[in-house]
C-alpha cells in the first residue's frame, strides 16, 4: 500500500469507529426526550454490557489449549478477594499477577 | 474544581494505567515488527483509540487496499459503541463542550467507569468523567508510543497481562451485582453473549450477541415486576 493508501485506511477506520460512538447521541440529541424504549434501554444496559464485556474478554478463552481454567481461577480469586477486602485497585491487580504467573509458571 | 476534578478521577484510571501502558506497549512493538514507523501506533493510539480495532488496522494495513471493507470492519467491530451511547445518554448531559470529547474517548474501559462511578461530593461530573476519559487516553498513546520506542529495550515477560481488561470488567461487575437489587439483566448480559459465543465463535459473536440481549431485555420489560431498575 501506499502512504496514501495507509492514510485512507486509518481514515476509514476512524470514521467507522467514530460513528458508532456518535450515531446515538445525533439520534437522540439533549434537547429532545428521547424514546421512552430508548431511556429504559439506557437504565438496563449498563448491567447487561459490562456482563457482555466480561464474555467478550474471554472470547477467544473457550478454544484455547487450557479452555480458560487458568482465567475461571483468577476470577474466582478476584471475585473472592473483591467480596473481602472491596479494593478495586486491590482487586485488578492482584487477579492479574495471579494470571500471569499462572500461565507463565504452569499453562503454556 | 479542576484539580478536585482531576485528582477524584485519577484513582480510578490507577488500574487502565498499568493495563494500558504495557498493552500499549505491545501494540506499538507489534507496529514497530511489522515495519511501522513509531508515528504511526503514536497517530492512530490517538485518533482512533479503540484497542481491539487498532490490532486489527495492522493487518488491514498489510493487506490489499480496501477502504470501504476497512470502514464497516470497523463499524461492526465497534458497534457496541452503539450500547455505551445510549447507557450514556443521560449521564454526559449538560457537560457542554467536553461532551464531544467524552464520546470521543468512549472506549471500552472509560466506558465502564463512566458508567459506574459516581463524583464524590462537590466534585463536576462534566470535569469528573472528562479526566477519567482524558488520563485513559493519555496511558494508551504513551504505551503505544514507548513500545515502538522502546520495543528493543524491554525484557521482561508481560504474558498475561492483558487480562487485566478481563479483571476490571469482572470487577466492574461485581460492583454493579453489589449496588443492584435487581440482577435480571446483568445475567442476561452474561447468558446472552455467552450463547452467542458458543454458537456464533469468536468472530463472529458480538453483533447476534448484542441482538439477542436487547431482545431478551425487551421481553422482560412488559412483564409486572420489571420496575425500571433505580440507578444514579
Redesign the interface.
Known sequence: ?TTM??I??????????????????IL?P?GKT?PKY???????????????????????T??SPFHGL??LI??LF??LL??WRKN??L???S??IL??Y???AWF? | MKTKAFKAAL??T??IC??FLFLGMSYGFLMRSKGFSFVYPM??SL????GS?EFV?VN??LS?????Y??????MI?????????????K???TGWK?AYL??G?C?ES??IN??VTPPPGVEKGWFLFFITLLNQLYWVAGATLGALLGYVIHF?????E??????????????WEE?KHH???????A???SA??IF??ES??LP??AL??FC?SLS?NRPNSE??S?E
Open positions: 500500500m493508501q495507509e485512507i485506511t486509518i481514515l476509514a477506520v476512524i470514521f467507522g469507529t467514530m460513528v458508532t460512538r456518535f450515531l446515538p447521541f437522540f439533549e428521547p430508548i431511556s429504559w434501554l439506557g437504565t438496563v444496559l449498563p448491567c447487561a454490557v459490562i456482563g457482555f464485556l466480561v464474555v467478550y474478554s474471554l472470547k477467544d473457550v478454544s487458568p482465567e483468577s476470577i478476584i471475585a473483591h467480596k478495586t485497585l482487586s485488578i491487580g487477579g492479574t494470571y500471569m499462572l500461565v507463565q503454556h | 484513582p480510578h490507577l488500574p498499568v493495563g497517530l492512530m485518533f482512533i483509540f479503540a480495532m488496522t488491514l494495513l490489499a487496499f480496501r477502504p470501504l476497512a470502514f464497516f470492519l470497523a463499524f465497534n458497534a457496541r459503541h452503539l450500547f455505551y451511547g445510549i447507557s450514556m445518554l443521560e454526559y448531559k449538560h461532551k464520546i470521543y468512549m471500552d466506558f465502564t458508567c459506574t515477560d508481560t504474558t498475561g497481562i487480562f487485566v481488561m478481563t479483571a476490571l470488567f469482572v470487577v466492574m461487575f461485581i460492583n454493579q443492584n435480571g439483566p446483568a445475567l442476561t448480559g452474561l446472552c453473549s455467552f459465543l458458543l465463535g469468536a459473536f458480538i450477541a448484542m440481549i436487547v431485555l420489560k425500571l431498575p440507578d
